[in-house]
C-alpha cells in the first residue's frame, strides 16, 4: 500500500513537472511576454545562423570571446572610474560572484529522476511501435519516418531547425480552431481505418 502511494505521488510529481515545462514553452510560442520571447527567438535565431557559417568549437570559442571582452572592458571601466573619482566600490560582479550556483543533491536528483523518467518513456514508446503492439501507430510511424527521409534529402538539420524558428511567428491563437478541425479529421480517417483493417482496432482501455 505505502509502496502504491509513493509511486503515484512521483508520478503526479514528474506529470506536474512537464506540464510547468510546456507552459513555459507555451508562453513562449503565444509571445505572452515579449521580451523573453523576442530574446529566445532571436538567441537561437543567431546561434543556428552562427552554426551554418562556422564550425561548433569557432561558434563557442566566439562566444566566449565576446562575453569575455564585454566583462572585462567593463571591469577596466568601473576600475578606471574608481580610480578618477577616488571610490571604493569594489568589484563590480561582486553580487553575481556571491551567487549560489551550485546544485544540491536534492535538486541534481530530482532532475536525474526527470530525465530517467523520460528516457524510459521514450524506450518504452519506440518499443510499441518497432514491436507493432498498435497496428495503426506503427503505420503512422512508418508514414512520418518515410517522409522524413525526402525531408533529409531535401535540407539538413540546421535548415530544418532554422525554418522551426518560424514557430515564434505564428499566431497561434488564431490558428488554434484550424488546428482543432484538422485533429477532428485525422481523427475520422484513423477512426475508418481501425474499423476496416483486422486488427487494426485499439483495445478498450
Avoid at 108 to 129: D, G, P, V
Wanted: aromatic share 12%.
Amino acid at each position: 500500500m505505502q509502496a502504491s502511494t509513493m509511486a503515484a505521488a512521483d508520478s503526479t510529481k514528474k506529470e506536474g513537472f512537464w506540464s510547468n515545462w510546456k507552459c513555459q514553452v507555451m508562453e513562449l510560442l503565444y509571445w505572452r511576454n515579449l521580451k523573453q520571447s523576442g530574446f529566445v527567438f532571436g538567441s537561437l535565431l543567431l546561434l543556428l545562423f552562427s552554426l551554418t557559417q562556422f564550425s561548433v568549437v569557432s561558434v563557442v570559442a566566439y562566444l566566449a570571446l565576446a562575453a569575455l571582452s564585454a566583462t572585462i572592458s567593463f571591469r577596466v571601466y568601473k576600475s578606471v572610474l574608481q580610480a578618477v573619482q577616488k571610490t571604493d566600490e569594489g568589484h563590480p560582479f561582486k553580487a553575481y560572484l556571491e551567487v549560489e550556483m551550485s546544485l544540491s543533491h536534492d535538486q541534481m536528483q530530482k532532475y536525474a529522476e526527470n530525465a530517467q523518467y523520460y528516457i524510459n518513456s521514450t524506450l518504452k514508446e519506440l518499443r510499441r511501435l518497432f514491436l507493432v503492439q498498435d497496428l495503426v501507430d506503427s503505420l503512422k510511424f512508418a508514414v512520418l519516418m518515410w517522409l522524413l527521409t525526402y525531408l533529409g534529402a531535401l535540407f539538413n538539420g540546421l535548415t530544418l531547425l532554422i525554418m522551426g524558428e518560424d514557430l515564434f511567428l505564428i499566431p497561434y491563437a488564431q490558428i488554434d480552431q484550424y488546428l482543432a478541425l484538422i485533429r477532428t479529421q485525422v481523427n475520422s480517417v484513423v477512426g475508418k481505418i481501425q474499423e476496416k483493417i483486422p486488427g487494426a482496432k485499439r483495445k478498450a482501455e
